[in-house]
């Protein structure tokens, strides 16, 4: 079975540039998760979903930052206008149970 | 605020050695849980174990195995007889129910592990 799936893997843009980070959750999983691991801060969840609908998005950094999720297999997480300080590894997790998390792969973005 | 720390940040053993890497954490909540993840050199995060706080039986999973003390507010792990594939950075968690009512996820900052030939 796939496991979660995330595009792009690696992403290099320039400061104000648009980003979105794609992910498709494992198949039957309710929860889909997003975060963000930097060598500062760790790793950190941004926000998270359950049946489609976001449940906390406390650890969205600001405005700049969104997340949709217009389906149970597909959700975006868009950055706009990026910053240099946005460069991150970002994952999407998604869990059936909700502690029983299954992480993607990630998607390494450098903001020039 | 719900803390998780590895004081750890790096550890080398040679193979074949015997390894602990130490959690330590705070919480106000009765009853939470608590995770350690993998995260090998190719990225994505690998769950290997959940305890919930009312549970503090030591668990043995092969080569892997959990002490949970409660009195210590402690969750070390420890790897025995470490192969070079153990080498990886290691993640402590643990819940936190947040004022809102929703849950997440409070890791550490992770030990990295190398096992040396």
């Known amino acids: 079975d796939a496991g979660v799936i995330q595009s792009p893997r690696h992403e290099v843009t320039e400061m104000g540039q648009e980003v979105t980070l794609r992910c498709k959750p494992i198949?039957?999983?309710?929860?889909l998760f997003w975060y963000r691991q930097t060598m500062m801060r760790g790793l950190e969840l941004l926000i998270y979903f359950n049946n489609n609908v976001p449940i906390d998005d406390s650890g969205m950094p600001e405005d700049r930052f969104s997340a949709k999720m217009p389906n149970a297999s597909f959700s975006t997480l868009k950055i706009q206008p990026s910053e240099p300080r946005d460069s991150a590894v970002y994952f999407c997790a998604s869990s059936l149970l909700f502690w029983w998390q299954f992480f993607g792969p990630g998607t390494r973005l450098t903001v020039l | 605020a719900q803390k998780v720390t590895q004081a750890q940040t790096e550890i080398s053993v040679v193979e074949k050695e015997d390894v602990t890497l130490d959690c330590v954490y705070e919480t106000r909540d009765t009853t939470y849980y608590l995770f350690w993840y993998k995260q090998p050199p190719s990225g994505e995060l690998v769950f290997l174990i959940r305890?919930?706080?009312?549970?503090?039986q030591n668990e043995i999973s092969g080569r892997y195995s959990w002490n949970f003390q409660k009195s210590t507010s402690s969750f070390n792990f420890t790897i025995t007889a470490s192969q070079v594939v153990d080498s990886a950075v290691y993640f402590c968690?643990?819940?936190?129910?947040?004022?809102?009512?929703?849950?997440?996820?409070?890791f550490g900052k992770g030990t990295k592990l190398t096992v040396n030939p």
């Open positions: 305890r919930n706080s009312f549970d503090e």
């Open positions: 968690a643990l819940s936190e129910t947040t004022q809102g009512g929703s849950e997440k996820l409070v």
């Open positions: 198949s039957g999983h309710d929860y």
